[in-house]
């Protein structure tokens, strides 16, 4: 059994030239002398599901935050937005993204408990 591996690369730097956000890249084989891209034979398409050789070999992805335009209108924008702005605002529904935001607030709220009965402990010596 042969799984589809994915490489996802999140860079936030200015890698390469080009105006998009999200690239995506595969590996082709290619006959150095015939220029021919590299098949499975029908026996091995059946068992593999896959045409080319380079369909069993990882997708590449390379997700380039800094060149976000800040308007997410796909899942996955939503996820560069939250990459590029560590917020993650109540109208985003892209999977995985719901749980970060709970997981944040509950995080937030007990710090804030903590911060505001030091607060009150010393306000109250005080008095004292």
């Known amino acids: 059994r042969v799984k589809k591996l994915y490489s996802i ?6 890698l390469g030239q080009g105006e998009d956000y999200i690239y995506h890249g595969n590996t082709v084989f290619r006959g150095l002398h015939k220029n021919d891209v590299l098949q499975l034979s029908k026996r091995q398409q059946e068992q593999f ?13 390379i997700l380039r935050v ?8 796909t899942p996955l924008d939503e996820w560069i937005s939250f990459l590029k702005t560590g917020e993650i605002p109540d109208n985003f529904h892209a999977k995985g993204l719901a749980e970060g935001r709970a997981k944040g607030k509950a995080e937030g709220r007990a710090e804030g408990l903590k911060e505001g009965e030091e607060k009150g402990l010393k ?6």
Do not use: M, Q, R, S
């Open 9 to 14: 690369n999140i860079v936030y730097f200015d």
């Open 49 to 61: 599901t896959y045409k080319n050789v380079g369909d069993l070999f990882p997708e590449y992805y």
């Open 66 to 73: 800094d060149g976000f335009d800040a308007k997410a209108v």
């Open 123 to 128: 306000k109250g010596k005080t008095v004292l």
